[in-house]
């Protein structure tokens, strides 16, 4: 069964330092996106992206984040100076399509430590 | 908003008892989602309920869906211990245009069940 695929599985980064977040979406979809879930607590949306474009992101996904499809496989969070409170497990997700049928495939995740 | 209630957020049970899970949001909206999450593992996708009366089963899970009420259950039919994890419910906002929006989720449902 065809997965998404996030690299690292974890990460630990000092604050104030940039990190990327990678992911290789399902080939076939089109829409990509990213949430997070602090340890305990539930899951947030971050952004959505469709045919190379932001269409959608929440209060979190602030200046210090941003998102890119450099290579039209890899989509990639990129967190440019982070903090301790962006210590979290990173989700990305893609979905085939728009409409109401098509679900989402979660990837396994990449924990982020910041310290 | 769009906002997303689960309970019980934490539900011990024994083994062949039956129990059920509630999920309230409170906006219009004709996408739920329930997803399962083992400890430090990614979010595996149980249903997808798209449409008022929709009533879906795998195993011993049943999840319904009420549009009218705003609600969604998940039904646990004799237990097994292998159904211990967090279950969340998520609810898919529309964006403008119809496109494929993002999920809220609820806080999580951690399910301990015990012989």
């Known amino acids: 069964e065809p997965e998404v695929t996030q690299t690292p599985s974890h990460q630990v980064t000092q604050m104030g330092q940039e990190v990327i977040l990678r992911c290789v979406p399902i080939?076939?979809?089109?829409?990509f996106y990213w949430y997070r879930q602090i340890l305990g607590q539930k899951v947030e949306f971050l952004v959505s992206?469709?045919?190379?474009?932001?269409?959608?992101k929440s209060e979190i996904f602030d200046d210090q984040f941003s998102v890119e499809r450099p290579d039209g496989s890899n989509f990639t969070l990129k967190i440019r100076s982070t903090k301790l409170e962006d210590s979290a497990m990173y989700f990305c997700?893609?979905?085939?399509?728009?409409?109401?049928?098509?679900?989402?495939?979660f990837g396994s995740g990449t924990r982020l430590t910041v310290v | 908003e769009l906002k997303v209630e689960q309970n019980p957020l934490f539900l011990s049970m024994q083994e062949g008892k039956n129990y059920t899970i509630y999920c309230n949001y409170s906006?219009?909206?004709?996408?739920l989602y329930w997803y399962r999450q083992d400890p430090g593992k990614s979010l595996e996708s149980l249903f997808v309920?798209?449409?008022?009366?929709a009533v879906k089963q795998e195993g011993r899970l049943m999840a319904s869906l009420d549009t009218k009420a705003r609600l969604s259950t998940l039904h646990i039919t004799a237990a097994v211990h292998d159904l211990s994890a967090t279950y969340f419910c998520?609810?898919?906002?529309?964006?403008?245009?119809?496109?494929?929006?993002?999920?809220?989720f609820g806080k999580g449902t951690k399910l301990s069940v015990k012989p």
């Open positions: 998520a609810v898919a906002l529309m964006n403008y245009g119809g496109s494929q929006g993002n999920l809220i």
């Open positions: 997700a893609s979905s085939e399509g728009a409409g109401v049928t098509y679900g989402y495939t």
């Open positions: 992206f469709y045919n190379n474009e932001i269409s959608e």
């Open positions: 906006t219009t909206s004709d996408r």
């Open positions: 309920l798209l449409s008022n009366g």
């Open positions: 080939s076939n979809h089109l829409y």
